[in-house]
């Protein structure tokens, strides 16, 4: 599976959009962009996936770039529970596994 | 999204005794079953792979005799820890996947505390 670069850390002010970017520049074609969180002492909760186009549903945004090199996670109105660790994950469909790199930690201030 | 469940949420236990994990698809027949291991500050790390009605396939470095890992049924996983030991002290984590194999939902986790 592709490996990905996240920023290690980030804040955001309560009620604005955060915007976690994720660079994934050797991605091959069958490979879809996963995101999930993972809030403190939790286990991970899948948000959105995507593979070339972008998505959305009712928590987030994933716009992924032409090329696919890269994706950007978008909470529209981040709030205090979207405090968490972030992480974005390439797998190949059929792939068995989930590969965790470090994630974002993003804080949403008040 | 699909629901997976994990239990216990906490476990303490004394050194060189066993602890069972189990993990169940609550809503979906769980074709394939991950577990993982935390360290507090640090990711998860991927520890075995199991298919149900197959032996569990385990990552590079991680006990196989030490780690046991149950998938019997398509809504139940367990890990039993044998033996365990205090640098085993960590938190568990459970992920189930269906036959869709594209999404994969991950239960609320186990904290492990040996002393």
């Known amino acids: 599976d592709a490996k990905t670069t996240q920023p290690p850390s980030m804040d955001c002010a309560e009620g604005r959009a955060a915007n976690l970017p994720c660079n994934h520049s050797t991605i091959s074609g069958n490979e879809y962009v996963y995101w999930y969180r993972q809030i403190h002492s939790q286990g991970p909760q899948y948000i959105i996936h995507?593979?070339?186009n972008n998505e959305t549903n009712e928590m987030a945004s994933l716009i992924i770039t032409e090329d696919r090199k890269s994706s950007t996670l978008i909470l529209p109105h981040a709030t205090l529970r979207d405090t968490a660790v972030y992480y974005c994950i390439v797998r190949g469909f059929g792939n068995e596994k989930l590969t965790f790199g470090t994630g974002t930690r993003l804080t949403i201030i008040p | 999204g699909a629901v997976v469940s994990q239990h216990p949420s906490w476990v303490i236990c004394k050194s060189g005794t066993s602890v069972k994990i189990e993990c169940r698809s609550l809503?979906?027949?769980?074709?394939?079953m991950f577990w993982y291991r935390q360290f507090p500050k640090q990711s998860l790390m991927l520890m075995a792979t199991?298919?149900?009605?197959?032996?569990?396939?385990?990552e590079q470095g991680v006990e196989k005799d030490k780690f046991l890992i149950n998938h019997a049924s398509l809504t139940l996983s367990t890990l039993t820890v044998t033996s365990a030991h205090p640098e085993d002290s960590s938190f568990y984590i459970c992920?189930?996947?269906?036959?869709?194999?594209?999404?994969?939902?991950f239960g609320q986790g186990t904290r492990l505390t040996v002393v």
């Open positions: 992920s189930a996947r269906g036959q869709n194999r594209v999404l994969a939902f």
């Open positions: 199991s298919n149900e009605g197959s032996k569990a396939t385990y």
């Open positions: 995507g593979l070339k």
């Open positions: 809503d979906f027949q769980a074709t394939t």
